[in-house]
């Protein structure tokens, strides 16, 4: 079973019974069903028409729990709309399904949390890590945002701010989580920014273009991370990086700024340098100012410190790092940074532990782990 097809194919399925008059919550409710059909049939039957098959098995489910339900019995009308057998037109609709998530109906956050569920194929405790709340939060606040959008017709799609929200959202699960969808948000970017001349969206297409171009060099062959600093950079993308420096430079000289182009100028400065300690920290710091301008971000500001203190030496960095709250998600790991930076390797050895015990995830746990084990190796010798 190919489960890389149908998610690919989700989407577009999903939004084929949308426009079919389906509300969102029973349209994905169906489609889900279609999905669990296809893997239980597709091992011994395959069909020519994947995306057919699942729009027609879609559209019978929904169907039948329309009938089902006495409080939508108009619906049965719609049965001789259903799809006929055969090849489905070869339409790519998931851009358009982000826009229609983004419902005005819906506050931002609720419209990107449904969005990453619903299109992304993100689970909830992915979704409520990347927001940093808890799981059960989330999904009260992704049931909310079904019931909402399932009253109302989608015909108002929301603004291209919140689907900007939900394509990074996307991008940085597959970056760095368990569901690879990096690809697939580059590929919807380059479509937004073919569709709408803006200059945020360029910004986005240029930071994810940057992150993406060091892909190869992040982890070692055992899968272990590899910190910037530590990476090949002979393995990084030259032409992804042109490509996206290109693109930012465009975008900057609209004079229009925003906090994507603000995140993608400080990629390009990390691209830029042929070593770790010819990066331009200065004017990474000032980049930061931008974007903590923009944004009030405290996550930011915790990256700010870290800037800091490799342009202003590891104490300067403390002493930023003090002014932000220590339940900040990495805030211990950037203090047993810093600490191992002035030479303060005890400190640092135990925080560095302490930081692997809230790791969100089993590389950066395992190489927080290995950074203490690292120094507590040093101090004995």
């Known amino acids: 079973m190919d489960e890389a097809l149908l998610r690919s194919l989700t989407p577009s399925v999903l ?12 349209a994905e409710d169906a489609v889900q069903e279609a999905l669990l059909e296809a893997v ?15 729009v027609t098995v879609a559209w ?4 039948d729990a329309a009938r089902a339900d006495s409080a939508r019995r108009r619906r049965e009308d719609r049965v001789e709309e259903e799809p006929p057998p055969g090849p489905a037109p070869s339409v790519d609709d998931t851009l358009q399904l982000y826009f229609l998530c983004a419902h005005p109906s819906l506050t931002p956050s609720s419209a990107v949390a449904l969005t990453l569920r619903a299109v992304g194929g993100l689970t909830t405790r992915q ?12 999904a009260q606040r992704i049931s909310r945002a079904k019931r909402t959008v399932s009253k109302v017709r989608f015909d108002q799609p929301g603004d291209v701010a919140t689907v900007l ?54 982890t ?13 950079r002979s393995r990084w993308d030259t032409g992804a990086i042109t490509e996206g420096v290109g693109i930012l430079q465009a975008a900057l000289a609209r004079d229009r700024l925003g906090e994507f182009q603000a995140q993608a100028a400080i990629a390009a400065l990390h691209a830029d340098a042929p070593t770790a300690e010819e990066t331009d920290w200065v004017q990474i710091v000032e980049w930061y100012d931008e974007l903590e301008a923009l944004t009030g971000s405290p996550v930011v500001r915790l990256n700010r410190a870290v800037a800091v203190g490799e342009a202003d030496g590891p104490r300067a960095g403390l002493a930023a790092l003090a002014a932000l709250d220590d339940s900040l998600p990495r805030h211990t790991a950037v203090a047993a940074y810093l600490h191992e ?8 050895a135990r925080l560095y532990a302490e930081a692997a015990r809230k790791a969100p995830s089993v590389a950066e746990r395992d190489h927080l782990t290995l950074q203490a084990a690292r120094l507590n190796t040093l101090r004995g010798r």
């Open 341 to 348: 930076r002035d030479g303060d390797l005890a400190t640092a």
């Open 127 to 138: 979704i409520a890590q990347a927001y940093l709340v808890p799981e059960a939060t989330m």
């Open 165 to 218: 929200r939900v394509l990074y959202l996307v991008f940085n699960e597959g970056y760095s989580g368990d569901v690879d969808l990096a690809a697939e948000a580059i590929r919807l970017t380059r479509q937004l920014a073919a569709r709408i001349d803006h200059p945020e969206v360029a910004g986005l297409l240029a930071l994810m273009l940057l992150h993406h171009a060091r892909r190869a060099a992040r």
């Open 220 to 232: 070692a062959p055992d899968g272990s991370l590899v910190p910037l600093a530590e990476q090949d």
């Open 60 to 63: 019978r489910r929904f169907l």
């Open 15 to 26: 939004a084929v019974l949308v426009r079919r008059g389906a509300d969102f919550a029973a």
């Open 40 to 54: 239980r049939v597709w091992p011994a039957d395959p069909p020519r028409d994947a995306k057919g098959w699942l």
